[in-house]
């Protein structure tokens, strides 16, 4: 397999504005593999505590933490997205979709961005807790 990547053989530190946790580019690794090796963009990878709240992320974000990416929606389902190892998921409004993946300590978490409850979430939208989608 030819190596294009700089962190593992198909990410790069550019895509990231930096170097990610180690097991954030595993878990992405594995949920490409599990896409069949379809190519996936990286929206959003580390940020500061400025261009975090520029993009209205939660002050704890893991993207602070070099431990999150957003990815775009159609890529992984959420399930998929467990799998793949995540423990934290992002999920569009309609429920279909993983577009927030993180590998953070602790208790996993998924939410649903658009929800009527929860909290402020990226872009200032709201989001609710929905139960982890596992197998
Ligand atoms: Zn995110």
């Known amino acids: 397999m030819k190596l294009v990547g700089d962190l593992s053989p198909h990410f790069s530190r550019h895509e990231f504005g930096g170097e990610p946790h180690a097991d954030l580019i595993r878990a992405l690794e594995l949920l490409r593999l599990n896409a069949l090796g379809k190519p996936l963009v990286i929206v959003s990878g ?45 999920i569009t409004g309609d429920g279909r979709w993983a577009v927030h993946v993180d590998v953070r300590r602790g208790r996993r978490a998924a939410w649903r961005y658009g929800g009527g409850g929860g909290g402020l979430g990226p872009g200032g939208g709201f989001w609710e807790t929905v139960r982890w989608p596992g197998s």
Do not use: C, E, M, W
Request: proline residues 7%; aromatic residues 4%; glycine residues 14%.
């Open 46 to 90: 580390i940020r500061t505590t400025t261009s975090n709240a520029a993009v209205g992320g939660a002050p704890n974000s893991q993207h602070l933490l070099k431990r999150a990416a957003d990815i775009p929606a159609g890529y992984a389902t959420p399930r998929q997205a467990a799998r793949a190892g995540f423990r934290g998921i992002g």
